[in-house]
């Protein structure tokens, strides 16, 4: 799997990059290694776990939310086997098979994205407590191995929830470089899901907020702030014991998979705007330039929780963002790797309808994020943000190979 | 994978099939499936020339039928307009063209017809093209008057009567049967889930019915010709059929005489609306597929 990868991501690299490495004196062998800087290439779908979770996050982001239309379980074990197959063949650049017999039915692929490099598209599935109890209906005969960490999510102080953005059945997070391709191929398994599941809702994200591995720089957010600088990042054991389901679990379907929290959070982008500098700074706790925590220098620096100014206050306010979400300091980790939105304008008020769009994989939701979000009661941001969407999922391990699929653990 | 030239070859198909059924109406030519068709003939085995008949037959039947009772119907609504008897007009709308939106593929086939019978205000560049069934309902329910609607009215008569000459001679081959029943499904996509059909008199679901309807007949006239090679297909179309059929059932309703046994559409909701789209659409999508399983 890892040479393939390997020479996937080297495929999708230019000439012209590779005579560049060439004239510096760079081993072609380095250049292949897969790497977060490249923009293009192949991920690999098949794998212990799916990909899009430990994968380099990409820049761009397609997420769907569906409802099953259909109480028939062997409906739903074909539409997953249908869409792993799709997705095998999409993340690897190739269209959805079979391949097309009769100018006189619809082509099998829609065709938006023949040609284009796949940009390190995956495809990364979920499964919300609908595909356990339904209405209080066990739908699939499943509700016996719901997990006990895929509780719903409770009610957190400031949640304004609206229902065309929260909750789901089944999702599908898509992320590429290239927002064509990651459009096409949730367009395309709604197109194979029709007749058991529905789309719920999307949202597009067109920028990342977070780095998922330590050679990544931290993007900002639509807040202009860095985001994500404390992210834990893959290849280390506090993101494999912090993200992954443990080998040996109940229910044991989940090993080798992670938790989903999804929230849309709005920002009030114009009420940000007129904040003076120093408010923003201090309701974030760090500084907006260098990102660096208030009284550091550096972005990296350690976030010095009980320093203080000459005046005898704490650099970092009680109330700001990063002393109530620090991770290391409450001593819980999650992984970050969400996006900024924006869906145009909102039509009561004529302002930006923007925001970030938070997803979070952990091991256990209740311990993790539910933790900390509870810790975010008195957070100085709620002045400027809403979460107004939100879901969870359980996200199963990854398909070994042709032949498996995703979500055949619980399924089979 | 798709070539340009796959891509080339199905656009030229569809314009064939349009022309042959235009061609088709002049009553003198021989229907014959365009060559196009036939050369993508190779995963399935061609139904008999007599089922093939017996099929188009079956179509013929229920096309001239819904065209003598949109004759006989139309002739009391434009009197009915003619004499300002606005209340008796409103209650013969949407039961009169119930029988057109059946049948409207085969109306669009012959040229002008379908826009002068039933062409909506926002496709029009000036008043005078506002004619038609469309034309009368606005005056019926957002005029509020008839007056001037007299030559409208006579002109709506004489192009159903020219519809229903026409369909008399008409000659069809399978899969026009099938590009019907799927464009009927299309028609309700496109234009009666948003409610902008009828927007004056609101009875969308009547025509909502009437392509559904229409659709199913035509389908079901070709079922025998697939039911050999399709691997399930008719079997799913038949069940996602009575899918739609319940969810419109919901509406049924006989308390407002103007809707042809329908609710009016301005009372659903957002999430009615979008369960009515939801279910025409999986329905649609195999049959898009059975046009190729024909041959």
């Given at each position: ?109 829609t065709g938006e994205a023949l040609g284009l490099d796949p940009a390190r598209l995956t495809l990364t599935f979920g499964f919300g407590p609908g595909v356990f109890t339904s209405n209080g209906v ?275 | ?25 002049s009553s003198t030519s021989k229907a014959t499936p365009n060559s196009g068709a036939t050369t993508h003939s190779s995963t399935a085995t061609a139904p008999s020339s007599a089922a093939s008949a ?242």
């Amino acid at each position: 799997m890892l040479s393939r990868r390997r020479f996937l991501a080297g495929g999708g690299v230019t000439l012209g990059a590779a005579a560049a490495a060439s004239v510096v004196g760079l081993e072609l062998s380095d250049r292949s290694t897969p790497s977060s800087a490249a923009s293009k290439g192949v991920e690999p779908f098949f794998g212990t776990h799916q990909g899009g979770i430990a994968t380099a996050q990409q820049d761009r982001l397609l997420f769907a939310a569906f409802d099953l239309t259909s109480d028939r379980r062997a409906d739903v074990v074909q539409l997953l086997q249908q869409w792993t197959a799709a997705a095998a063949s999409m993340t690897a650049g190739q269209p959805v098979g079979p391949p097309d017999t009769s100018d006189l039915a619809p082509p099998n692929d829609t065709g938006e994205a023949l040609g284009l490099d796949p940009a390190r598209l995956t495809l990364t599935f979920g499964f919300g407590p609908g595909v356990f109890t339904s209405n209080g209906v066990d739908r699939y005969g499943l509700a016996h191995v719901r997990p006990s960490e895929l509780a719903d999510l409770p009610r957190f102080a400031h949640d304004q929830l609206d229902p065309a953005y929260t909750g789901g059945d089944i999702c599908v997070q898509a992320c590429s470089n290239d927002p064509l391709v990651a459009y096409h191929a949730v367009r395309n398994l709604t197109r194979i899901a029709l007749g058991t599941a529905e789309l719920r809702w999307t949202e597009q994200g067109f920028g990342r907020t977070s780095s998922t591995t330590s050679d990544q720089v931290t993007p900002r957010n639509l807040m202009g702030f860095k985001d994500g600088t404390d992210n834990i990042r893959s290849g280390t054991n506090v993101f494999d014991d912090s993200v992954w389901v443990a080998p040996h679990t109940t229910p044991a379907w989940m090993a080798g998979g992670s938790y989903m929290v999804v929230r849309r959070i709005r920002i009030h982008i114009e009420v940000w705007d007129r904040a003076a500098l120093e408010d923003q700074q201090d309701t974030i706790g760090r500084l907006k330039d260098s990102g660096a925590p208030i009284g550091a220098r550096q972005e990296h620096d350690p976030i010095n929780l009980h320093a203080k100014g000459s005046d005898g206050k704490p650099n970092i306010p009680a109330d700001a963002h990063v002393r109530l979400a620090n991770q290391a300091a409450n001593g819980i980790h999650i992984l970050r790797r969400g996006y900024s939105f924006t869906d145009g304008i909102d039509p009561d008020t004529g302002q930006l309808d923007a925001g970030l769009f938070f997803i979070a994989y952990q091991r256990d939701p209740r311990k993790q994020f539910v933790a900390i979000q509870h810790k975010l009661d008195a957070d100085a941001l709620n002045e400027y943000i809403q979460h107004v969407g939100s879901a969870l999922f359980a996200v199963p391990p990854g398909a070994s190979g042709p032949g498996d699929y995703v979500g055949k653990t619980l399924f089979q | 994978m798709l070539s340009r030239s796959v891509r080339a070859v199905t656009a030229v198909t569809a314009v064939t099939v349009l022309v042959a059924l235009a061609a088709c109406s002049s009553s003198t030519s021989k229907a014959t499936p365009n060559s196009g068709a036939t050369t993508h003939s190779s995963t399935a085995t061609a139904p008999s020339s007599a089922a093939s008949a017996r099929a188009v037959a079956n179509y013929l039947d229920y096309v001239k039928h819904q065209a003598n009772t949109l004759a006989q119907t139309v002739a009391p609504f434009a009197a009915a307009v003619k004499r300002g008897d606005i209340a008796t007009a409103k209650t013969l709308f949407a039961s009169t063209r119930y029988h057109y939106e059946a049948i409207e593929p085969v109306a669009e086939s012959f040229g002008n017809l379908d826009p002068d019978i039933d062409v909506r205000e926002h496709d029009t560049s000036s008043p005078s093209q506002f004619i038609g069934f469309h034309r009368i309902e606005k005056a019926l329910w957002s005029d509020n008057t008839v007056a001037g609607m007299g030559p409208i009215a006579d002109e709506l008569v004489i192009n159903i009567a020219q519809l229903h000459a026409k369909i008399a001679t008409l000659k069809l081959v399978p899969e026009q049967i099938a590009q019907g029943a799927m464009e009927l499904l299309n028609e309700v996509s496109t234009s009666k889930i948003t409610g902008e059909e009828d927007t004056y008199s609101h009875t969308d679901l009547s025509d909502f019915a009437a392509n559904v309807e229409g659709s199913k007949a035509a389908f079901q006239s070709i079922e025998p010709l697939l039911a050999a090679s399709d691997s399930g297909l008719t079997a799913m179309i038949t069940a996602r059929f009575d899918a739609v059929e319940q969810v419109l059932d919901k509406y049924r309703s006989s308390s407002d005489p103007i809707g042809n046994g329908y609710a009016l559409y301005n009372t659903l909701t957002p999430a009615d609306t979008r369960e009515l789209s939801q279910v025409l659409d999986t329905l649609a999508q195999p049959m898009s597929k059975i046009a190729a399983q024909l041959f």
